[in-house]
């Protein structure tokens, strides 16, 4: 039984002073966040489709975590893969290196293009131009958080044409060692939209979203409860039914909101909780 065509545009790629690996991707495929993207903290990223085998995934990073670059776990992969023709991969290393492979049976147009960390290819894309606004503003994004980064890739390789067969879903998947909730998790952002019309845009609405409920505000940018502010916050948590001492009565509300991660104590307050009460 043959493989599903994953025909899609991704980007493998990685911050190395950030600790942090990741894919990036979208097509017309149902689902495609649950093919295409893998990473591991400290090991590397993966991204499979085409014809896609995904035992590329695990199989790449467990060449990867024995400590094969980028380019020989693409060998590797491809070499023993009797059906390697039909596939497409794109491989980022523990040190930032990034290669890529199109098997010759891909569906035009089908290629990719590495470098200083990253991976990018596509199959069945309008044309090239879409590989290369996912490399050229990867590049041009430098400084900016990974995740933000990569969402501005598929953003720009889907104004410069994207999947020729049009869209349907979309995922981001960003790791980082103990980044995730409660610092018990390496998922530092892991999300999908599996069928939406727009699903690039979708999935930049969802990135807000998850910036807002689990980002992280430096804390010398955290505000003082003096006794002015100590007095409003008791207040608006009062008129929405959470009474008491404060440290209680905010642990309740931001518990009930999703916002527990941005508190820690009541002698300071993270500002973008301070807005959202202030907006109840």
Known sequence: M????VATYSIAACDLEAGQWGVATQSKFLAVGSVVPWAVPGVGAVATQAYANPRYGPEGLQL???????AEVVARLTDADAGRADRQVGVVDAQGGGAT???SDCMEWAGGLAGPGFAVQGNILVGEETVAALATTF?????????ERLLECLAAAQAAGGDRRGQQSAAL??????GGYAGLSDSLVDLRVDDHAQPVAELARLYEMHSLLFGKTPRDR???VDDELRAELTDRLGRLGYDGELDRALGEWSGTENLEERVDGVDKIDP??????RRQ
């Open 173 to 178: 998947l960003v790791v980082e060692k103990d």
């Open 64 to 70: 990867l975590a024995d400590g094969l670059s980028a």
């Open 101 to 103: 492979y199109t098997g």
């Open 139 to 147: 590049t041009a994004t430098h400084g900016r958080p990974l995740a």
């Open 272 to 277: 973008v909780v301070l807005e959202e009460l």
């Open 2 to 5: 043959a493989s599903p065509i």
């Open 222 to 224: 955290w505000i003082d």
